[in-house]
């Protein structure tokens, strides 16, 4: 796909008829500043341009302009730029509109004072400095899941937050989506009798998603690509294609492969409905993994592994199971995945839960939930704490796995038991400058 094509595609969907709705006046637009300009931050900032309340003033990415995203099509701050111009100029009578900046480099996005949030979608590794030093900033944030690289990071980040009294919405969609919230509503209200298994069914394998696999060698750096830059806290390593934009979560050094792409959302959704998101298991066993055979990615491929809570109730997490998540209890099931919904008894399907019941945070927009709170000062409905808890668990898998063994966890203190190998785990050494501090 060439330059012209992704910007007319891309345009096309953030053109849609909500933006034509610019009801609010230019002095009481929240003004965002996107830090990220790949698959997830363009999606992402077509999602908040449909939201009249906000005027996106910058732009930032590394990458100036270069393929190698989403199936190979081109990404960076200067696709992005174009797009918000351009979705901008059809409310003007002259067709035209310049008025997003550019920058490579996210502290000068963080030092401008009329910048009131973020939208932070970059690497996994590239996180948490970011997100701590804008909470700092004063921004409030909307930041893609998975939340961190490790435990440790998401911890400074949820404290970071925290302490500067910023809103932070976790890109963990599908706590916005009807059919989750009920599936949890069912297993929160006692529905399916006494919960004792919740099965997530996430993706194996690591797919290339950006079609460049094959080229794990080195290459020249593209131009206008700072990939010093994009390694930043990560170790030094030569640049090539495999190795970043979307394939980058196949490699450790940057993320955690499908168990920390997906743990973001089908863990997340059960420890919700188990009421433990504020919590977590006290053991990882029955561990299984099988990793990558590549020169660059080496992250679980074929995994599987049991979170034990201290309650009784088991979290599998696998590859092997039904892609969703499963309530089992001991009167009935429940199983809800992206569109689908089964149950049974199958009445469980239309259930609401009554007056006195327990009714779980209701958010039918994702973006519009984050902006909501940034106005309001409330909670938005997948606040900082509890997306750290919930990655936690997909850390947890990753270490028990690599270690090739069975770990006891402490929730409370978010450490292990007597077990100084894992703990060594829970944090990264950053290369320099970079430091989370």
Not at 268 to 286: H, K, T
Not at 392 to 411: F, K
Request: proline letters at 6%.
């Amino acid at each position: 796909m060439n330059r012209r094509t992704f910007l007319q595609s891309t345009a096309a969907l953030a053109a849609s008829p909500a933006l034509a709705q610019r009801s609010v006046s230019p002095s009481n637009k929240i003004t965002m500043g996107v830090i990220g300009c790949g698959n997830q931050g363009t999606g992402g900032l077509m999602g908040f341009l449909k939201d009249e309340r906000i005027q996106v003033v910058a732009v930032c990415d590394v990458n100036r302009e270069t393929p190698g995203y989403w199936n190979g099509v081109i990404g960076g701050r200067e696709p992005a730029r174009a797009i918000v111009e351009w979705n901008y100029a059809q409310a003007k009578r002259s067709g035209q509109y310049k008025g997003c900046t550019p920058y490579e480099d996210y502290r000068e996005v963080l030092a401008r004072k009329d910048i009131d949030v973020l939208f932070i979608a970059i690497p996994d590794h590239w996180h948490s400095i970011p997100v701590v030093e804008g909470a700092r900033a004063g921004k409030d944030i909307y930041g893609e899941k998975p939340l961190a690289l490790t435990i440790a990071e998401g911890r400074a980040m949820s404290n970071a937050i925290k302490q500067n009294n910023r809103i932070f919405q976790c890109g963990s969609q599908q706590r916005s989506d009807a059919r989750f919230r009920r599936a949890c509503e069912i297993v929160r209200n006692g529905r399916i009798g006494k919960l004792h298994t919740v099965r997530c069914g996430l993706p194996g394998g690591a797919p290339d998603f950006g079609r460049t696999g094959d080229r794990f060698d080195p290459e020249p750096i593209p131009e206008g690509f700072n990939y010093d830059f994009w390694l930043g806290p990560a170790p030094e390593a030569p640049y090539s294609p495999a190795r970043c934009f979307v394939n980058f979560r196949w490699n450790y050094d940057y993320s955690g492969g499908q168990v920390t792409d997906w743990g973001g959302h089908h863990p997340d959704i059960g420890q919700w409905g188990m009421g433990m998101e504020l919590s977590g298991p006290v053991a990882i066993r029955n561990v299984h993994a099988q990793f990558a055979k590549h020169k660059i990615w080496n992250t679980a491929t074929d995994y599987s592994f049991d979170a034990i809570y201290e309650n009784g109730v088991k979290m599998i997490v696998s590859n092997h199971e039904k892609m969703g998540v499963t309530f089992e209890g001991s009167d009935g099931w429940v199983w809800v995945t992206r569109g689908e919904m089964d149950a049974d008894p199958k009445s469980l399907i239309t259930y609401e839960p009554e007056e006195n019941e327990i009714h779980l945070y209701k958010s039918e927009n994702h973006y519009r939930n984050f902006i909501d709170c940034v106005i309001s000062r409330k909670e938005p409905v997948a606040p900082i704490e509890q997306a750290h808890r919930s990655i936690t668990v997909a850390h947890l898998g990753n270490i028990s796995m690599r270690l090739g063994r069975e770990l006891r966890w402490d929730p409370k203190v978010e450490r292990f038991i007597d077990d100084d190998g894992a703990n060594a785990m829970l944090s990264r050494p950053m290369r320099k400058p970079w430091r989370l501090s």
